[in-house]
């Protein structure tokens, strides 16, 4: 897909001065929206739409360095008044395009390439499983976003699991993996950023319907899984393991990912202090 990606950076170079929608940017890459963003968003480290307005931005300064007229320049790069131009033009570069004319200040964010990195020949250790639909059945609750470290919004989520919700979760529990795990979803950034909320909820697989008002239920459409275990100190080990299956394995596998909630489980080794056993399962569709 790296290919694919500097293609699509080449897509973007020659219509930006058009109206260049992030729809239209991922029907080109021939891919999924949501699977085109997540994966640009871990590869690059910023979001698709921060790069467009960033590169749009950089080649206004060059024009603005060039004579051209700040009115011409904000209708070229799409924007409809003098006023939004200016804003958004101050937040990038901290002054006014007035400035770029009169002081010759300038500011730059070169066109992205994508290139492949080998770092010390570990290969990632994955399977794919298909499994009917089912629902996630547990505790949930709206939790900020944190990439590293524990969340202790999540140890308190945890912490609040009753003795009877207990109970019936693991009567309800009837299908792989038969653990307790932790899954994410509706993020308030689309998991692009750390910022905002998602949702969180600690619970198990069922294919049974019938779920009592003390547990939350999240249906899930029949769907191809990516399963990643991973072994080491936690949680580090389990988050390195999830940036590294979008920034190494979507980007050069036969899959891509799919807009539904993505699960994990762990299982904390009794004999090492913070060390454990994880799986992180992603929804995926073959490409």
Partial sequence: MLKELNQVIDYIEVHLTDDLSLESISNYAGVSDYHF???????SGMTLNEYVKNRKLSEA????????????????????SMDGFTRAFNKWCGFLPSEVIKKRISKSFPKLSFVITVKGGISMEFRIEDKPAFNLVGVSKRVPMQFEGVNNEIVNLAESITEEQRKEMHSLQNIEPYEIVNASYNADANFLKEEGDLTH??????TENQVS??????????????????????????QETMAKTYSEWLPTSDYEVINAPSFSFTKMDENKKDYAYSEIWLPVRKK
């Fill in 37 to 43: 963003r997540t994966v640009f968003f871990h590869l």
């Fill in 61 to 80: 300064n060059k024009d603005l360095l060039s004579g051209e007229k700040v009115t011409d320049v904000a209708f070229k790069y799409g924007y409809q």
């Fill in 201 to 206: 909820l600690i619970g198990v697989l069922t």
């Fill in 213 to 238: 008002d003390r547990l939350d239920k999240v249906p899930v459409k029949a769907c191809s899984w990516a399963i990643f275990p991973n072994q080491g100190p936690f949680p580090s080990t389990l």
